[in-house]
């Protein structure tokens, strides 16, 4: 076991470069809300819904992902390599094989999906405008998923967080030249932010590539060592990876209806809530990078069969996570202003519902974290996935759904009080995800 000292050491080594990888990538999208916001409300929810879409494609590649990061961690602990080689490719074929149909379904029927979110015409066909050149960068972006935390599984966290950093800066270039039409490029408006999108989604798939496939890399093999799957093999993966992937489909489709309830509301409030959760976003990019180190320091110990130290691991990332999460709380509660003030134009309705909005975001940021630490860093990285799986499912569809829908349809509430009604699924997460670790049936070995 870690002393205090080695255990933050390893800890900050993998959550740093992690945590500036959450930053780059939410910032794109923070990026394109940021510049959009120029444009108008309809045009801030119509990218905010087709997002959505995106949204739900990257939850399945991050179950994906997150779920094959806990045999990766495991594998890596014991130095098993070619069962490791064989769940990043299994993990890039499910990512590739998903992306094509969100890619087609984006491209054939974009008004009919962003129609499922909003009535409204204006935003109907701003959104589907985006969402059909967007999807183009679908499948790139599940190849990106899925390597980068492969790579972070195997103690590689600085290649993602380049291939992120060379992303975030095409994507900035690329939004600006593109949305308003400088340096001599055509001014394509919001046909802009989904160029600039694609170009940095290459750049960053390309560098990947290229990493996954040098020499000295944990993930390289020839084709038929890296997609030789035994019938044990993808049960074992199945077994493990599968309730992550339905953990994160239906979650995902969850924050979709959410959104769908707050659009109930009118398209100033879904604007405003499009504006909140960018912030948000940025704001739990910290937590993220400590909730995924500790799924590869819980999985790579469990590997190394230091079965005792697991549990008091656990309880240094909950009290970290814990004070970094009051700080940032206190930060978004305190200044609302001053976050606001990087998006520019915004109506008075706007800004007055954001700015409320805020202060229930930093109300509710710590419970947030910890459930982020609870699902994703221990109960995964225990490889109680099952139980993962459960805990989230029932709290989103059985409250925070039925909730969302009763405040925003049944009782016509205003959007603050919608979404703290919503909100009740993080308070339910946490009371049954703390029994569970308090039981510790969570620590399980992968043979």
């Not at 974290?369 to 996935?385: K, P, W």
Request: with cysteine.
């Amino acid at each position: 076991m870690l002393n205090v000292k080695d255990f933050y050491k390893e800890m900050l080594a993998i959550a740093i470069p992690i945590a500036l990888q959450n930053l780059i990538v939410s910032s794109l999208n923070t990026l394109d809300t940021v510049m959009i916001s120029t444009l108008g409300s309809a045009a801030i929810a119509g990218v905010g819904l087709a997002n959505q879409v995106f949204f739900f494609y990257s939850m399945i590649c991050f179950g994906t992902g997150t779920g094959s990061s806990v045999m990766i961690s495991q594998y890596y602990g014991r130095r098993d390599f070619d069962n490791l080689k064989k769940v990043n490719a299994l993990s890039n074929l499910i990512a590739f094989g998903t992306g094509i149909i969100f890619t087609l379904l984006a491209i054939l029927i974009p008004q009919q999906l962003i129609g499922l979110m909003i009535k409204d015409p204006l935003v109907i066909e701003a959104g589907a405008k985006y969402l059909r050149l967007v999807a183009l960068s679908y499948i790139l972006t599940g190849f990106s998923f899925s390597t980068g935390i492969s790579l972070r599984s195997t103690g590689n966290p600085k290649a993602p967080l380049v291939a992120a950093i060379v992303g975030f800066v095409c994507n900035a270039f690329f939004n600006y030249v593109f949305i308003f039409g400088k340096l001599g490029f055509p001014e394509l408006g919001i046909l802009g932010a989904a160029v600039g999108t694609i170009i940095a989604r290459t750049a960053e798939a390309s560098i990947l590539l290229y990493v996954s496939t040098r020499y000295h890399c944990p993930l390289r093999g020839r084709l038929e060592e890296l997609f030789d799957f035994s019938q044990e093999f993808i049960q074992r993966f199945i077994k493990i990876t599968l309730p992550v992937i339905i953990n994160e489909t239906f979650w995902g489709l969850g924050q979709i209806m959410y959104s769908v309830a707050y659009a109930k509301v009118g398209t100033d409030a879904t604007a405003a809530i499009q504006i909140v959760i960018a912030i948000q976003n940025m704001a739990y990019v910290l937590v993220r990078g400590l909730s995924n180190s500790c799924t590869i320091i819980l999985g790579k110990t469990i590997g190394q069969g230091l079965m005792d130290a697991v549990y008091p691991y656990a309880m240094r990332f909950f009290k970290l996570g814990t004070l970094l999460a009051l700080i940032i709380a206190l930060f978004i509660g305190l200044n609302p202003d001053l976050l606001l003030s990087f998006f520019g134009h915004l109506s008075p309705v706007v800004y007055d519902l954001s700015r409320t909005l805020l202060i229930f975001v930093g109300f509710l940021f710590t419970v947030r974290a910890f459930n982020s630490i609870l699902v994703v860093g221990v109960l995964r990285g225990g490889g109680d996935t099952q139980y993962s799986m459960y805990l989230e499912m029932g709290s989103v569809w059985l409250v925070g759904v039925p909730l969302a829908f009763i405040g925003a349809v049944v009782l016509k509430l205003p959007i603050q009080w919608v979404f703290l009604m919503a909100s009740m699924e993080e308070i339910t997460k946490a009371s049954f995800g703390l029994l569970r670790v308090r039981s510790k049936k969570w620590v399980h070995e992968i043979n």
